[in-house]
């Protein structure tokens, strides 16, 4: 039972980083394709609101601001937490040299140890956290991850009518 619930995570997250990798490769860009429509916000009552087209091969993808720096982002509900690559983390104002590399993580490539950080602001549209913590990878990764801490930190999210709506 254990093995087929890891192999079919590890079949989840290969076709993630497959779907993106290819979309890379399709039209030939070094940053995820992000939906033509983007991310667009509302207020409707008390609740702010952002809604998330899918990009063409179904997946979320968004630019946030991290420490005033545009970063491309997967929505991940299988991450935990909001994780930064190496590239990113530099572009976000990050001394790579200077980040500590010391808690373990299970990620779908194995086990890998992470440097905790602080972002001081992410900013999507109108919605706006500050000093969000998050973790830089130093695998390879193609495309940052907006994990399940950043979206436990909303007052909720939804797919509706094929996109993400998240409310805040």
Do not use: C
């Amino acid at each position: 039972m254990l093995n087929r619930v890891f192999v079919m995570a590890l079949m989840l997250g290969l076709g993630a980083w497959g779907a993106t990798h290819w979309a890379f490769e399709r039209n030939g860009l070094q940053t995820p394709v992000v939906a033509a429509t983007g991310a667009t916000s509302e207020t409707s009552g008390m609740a702010n609101s952002i809604q998330i087209a899918p990009s063409f091969n179904g997946h979320f993808f968004v630019t946030a601001a991290v420490n005033g720096r545009p970063i491309d982002f997967l929505v991940d509900s299988g991450a935990s937490d909001i994780v930064l690559s190496r590239n990113d983390a530099e572009r976000a104002g990050f001394n790579l040299q200077s980040l500590r590399y010391s808690e373990p993580v299970a990620t779908a490539n194995g086990r890998v140890m992470v440097a905790p950080v602080e972002l001081r602001d992410l900013r999507i549209g109108q919605l706006r956290f500050d000093f969000v913590a998050a973790k830089v990878n130093p695998a390879p990764m193609n495309v940052s991850l907006l994990g399940m801490s950043f979206l436990n930190s909303l007052r909720g999210w939804e797919v509706r009518n094929g996109r993400l709506q998240l409310y805040w």
